[in-house]
């Protein structure tokens, strides 16, 4: 069967398309082998010094912890607020549960360096600022919309006829809670979890403005980095990020046998 003309072009659209968006990833990954002293193409020589350097690095090590801490954490914080608030508004008034739902959303709506002001201010006077729990509260905000549309969407799959015929069996709320809704949108909780640790990790606008020494994240400590000096270093720890990514999404469809990740 001969391939038609427009499925070879088709095909080699997409072959573009894909070299496109992995050249720059590409790039990085050949420049952390760079023997130079700074960032530059091609390479001028083949070295393992910088993921010595980067892995050996007080600051990197020091940030990643903190992100892993604080991204764990707003995880968990936020899919369970999400949750409550999602399950909540399931059965209220369509007019209490929208504004309460579009509330719980509007940061959505607001920049983060205007977040990051806003909580500046409002920190001062509580001693929060450079604390793990007020960074937490920040991102549990910010996170908390992608929390509430992923769990959500699975309570749109969730059939309610199963609670019917529980209550009609006899079985209370809360064995209802935990025996036949919890089941039926765990994807949409995990979903939740993945998405509020990774959004938490990946962000910096706020937590310039909230951390100090003691609760500096990697994003943050990369751009401090970069202020001083661009080097193959931090290719190096880009690289690593990836690896730590795939590993991440290797661990959640293999051991959580999550397969829409």
Do not use: C
């Not at 001969?2 to 968006?21: E, H, N, Q, S």
């Not at 450079?130 to 960074?135: E, F, K, N, P």
């Not at 609670?163 to 909780?189: C, H, M, N, Y």
């Not at 931090?234 to 469809?253: H, Q, T």
């Amino acid at each position: 069967m001969k391939t038609k003309p427009y499925g070879r072009l088709l095909v080699l659209f997409v072959v573009l398309a894909m070299l496109f968006l992995w050249a720059p990833i590409l790039i990085v990954v050949i420049i952390s082998f760079d023997t130079s002293k700074f960032l530059r193409f091609p390479l001028q020589g083949v070295t393992l010094s910088n993921y010595v350097s980067a892995v050996n690095n007080e600051d990197f090590v020091t940030g990643f912890i903190n992100s892993l801490i604080i991204g764990v954490g707003t995880a968990f914080v936020a899919t369970a607020l999400a949750l409550i608030i999602v399950q909540g508004t399931r059965k209220s008034t369509k007019g209490i549960g929208a504004l309460i739902q579009g509330f719980a959303t509007s940061p959505l709506l607001v920049p983060h360096i205007v977040l990051g002001l806003a909580f500046l201010m409002f920190y001062s006077n509580l001693a929060l600022s450079d604390t793990y729990v007020g960074i937490l509260i920040a991102h549990t905000i910010i996170t908390l919309p992608y929390g509430m549309q992923s769990i959500g969407a699975s309570l749109k799959a969730y059939n309610e006829n199963s609670e019917i015929v529980a209550k009609t069996l006899g079985a209370s709320d809360t064995v209802i809670f935990w025996r036949i809704l919890l089941p039926q949108i765990s994807p949409g909780i995990l979903s939740a979890l993945i998405l509020g640790f990774l959004v938490s990790f990946d962000e910096s606008v706020i937590v310039l403005f909230l951390s100090g020494q003691n609760t500096t994240t990697l994003p943050v400590q990369i751009l401090n980095y970069l202020e001083v000096r661009a080097d193959p270093v931090i290719a190096a720890v880009s690289v690593l990020l990836i690896i730590f990514s795939g590993l991440l999404m290797l661990f959640i469809n293999k051991v959580l046998k999550v397969k829409f990740v």
